[in-house]
Structures are given as structure tokens and as C-alpha cells.
């Protein structure tokens, strides 16, 4: 089972990028996938989620995301996305993607798998 990670890199601040994570091992759509963030010196943030199979659950987005970052997937290509415009400074993170069975709500215990994370930067 493997989770992996890409799309970061530096972006100006109002920009975008579109992170990609993309599972093998298991199938995207049995498993709730997730977006975490590390920032230096700060705890570990949800960012973002999307249910498996149960599409009638709506995307999980933290406060200081929503509106600017949207989650997707890709059932053929076994990949989850995450959209993210209009960045600030206060984005800047090394973001992780994860899975697990249920949504995500906030646990500090979710997450059965784990991906390595990509390095976002956001500055001018």
C-alpha cells in the first residue's frame, strides 16, 4: 500500500497548484483520502477530505481553506486531487495525503496510511 504525494513548488501569493496523490495498493474509492499540512514550528492541520463510496458525504475543508481549496478524485486514475487557489504565505507547508476508512473530522487518530509529503511554498 503506498500514498504518493506531488504537485508542490513555489507559487506567488494569489496563485494556484494542484496537488496530486495517487494510491496503490488499494482502490481511492474504498478509503476516505485526506490533505494534511505542516507548517514549520506548527502542529500537523487537516486540510481537506473526500469519502470513498459514500458520495453522498461532503468534502471536509478547515476554516482557513475553505473557498479557496477544492478536493477531487479520479476513480480511473486511482488519484486524488487538491486544487488550491488564490494562496497566501499562511499556505506554506509541506502537505501530506492520507487514508483511512471513515471522513475525516478532526481526529488526531486518522489515517491508517500515509503518504510522503510535497513541499509547497508560497511567496513573492
Known amino acids: 500500500v503506498q500514498l504518493q504525494a506531488s504537485g508542490g513548488g513555489l507559487a506567488q501569493p494569489g496563485g494556484s497548484l494542484r496537488l496530486s496523490c495517487a494510491a496503490s495498493g488499494f482502490r481511492t474509492d474504498d478509503y476516505a483520502i485526506g490533505w494534511f499540512r505542516q507548517a514549520p514550528g506548527k502542529e500537523r492541520e487537516g486540510v481537506s477530505c473526500i469519502s470513498g463510496s459514500d458520495t453522498d458525504s461532503m468534502p471536509y475543508y478547515s476554516d482557513s481553506v475553505k473557498g479557496r481549496f477544492t478536493i477531487s478524485r479520479d476513480n480511473a486514475k486511482n488519484t486524488v486531487y487538491l486544487q488550491m487557489n488564490s494562496l497566501n504565505p499562511e499556505d506554506t507547508a509541506v502537505y501530506y495525503c492520507?487514508?483511512?476508512?471513515?471522513?475525516?473530522?478532526?481526529?488526531?487518530?486518522?489515517?491508517?496510511?500515509w503518504g510522503k509529503g510535497t513541499l509547497v511554498t508560497v511567496s513573492s
Open positions: 492520507a487514508a483511512d476508512r471513515y471522513m475525516y473530522s478532526g481526529s488526531s487518530y486518522w489515517g491508517t496510511y
